[in-house]
């Protein structure tokens, strides 16, 4: 689908609103962390949830931060070289129809693998931002002409 788009819809996958929504989550979790102190002495939190949370929202920011390099990075390299196809659109391209899971697909394609205490799996896949907004994209383009998706 995302070939089918006009050449100019492609180019404008909006980086500024992608770099701007990043950093409003980046500060969003900032201010959090930064909220845990006054719940901790206030009482509604105690020492290890304090250490946990700020742990957790420094790894949700750290993450927040390499994905908003990467669209930096992107939007340089498009606007420096008129690509307009993104690494991780050929990256799913070469991992379309894999039938086989081995250590290459798992480095390109998941940033991480949880198990919770429950034994349940949450897969963490990479690029699951830049993914969602193109899907969104994609959808939102669809329906203004009438495309099946």
């Known amino acids: 689908m995302i070939e089918r788009l006009p050449s100019q819809s492609r180019k404008a996958f909006n980086y500024e609103a992608q770099i701007a929504k990043i950093?409003?989550?980046i500060e969003r979790y900032q201010k959090l962390k930064l909220g845990l102190y006054e719940n901790f002495?206030?009482?509604?939190i105690d020492k290890s949830e304090y250490f946990e949370f700020r742990n957790s929202y420094t790894k949700i920011i750290e993450g927040k931060q390499d994905a908003l390099l990467r669209v930096k990075k992107e939007m340089k390299q498009t606007v420096t070289t008129g690509t307009t196809e993104r690494n991780w659109v050929t990256l799913f391209k070469q991992?379309?129809?894999?039938?086989?899971?081995?250590?290459?697909?798992?480095m390109s394609l998941v940033d991480r693998i949880l198990i919770h205490e429950n034994h349940a799996i949450e897969i963490v896949f990479k690029y699951r931002d830049e993914y969602q907004q193109t899907l969104e994209y994609i959808?939102?383009?669809?329906?203004e002409l009438d495309i099946a998706v």
């Open 23 to 25: 950093e409003e989550e």
């Open 41 to 44: 002495i206030g009482g509604v």
């Open 95 to 106: 991992y379309e129809n894999v039938e086989e899971l081995n250590r290459r697909v798992l």
């Open 139 to 143: 959808l939102g383009y669809a329906d």
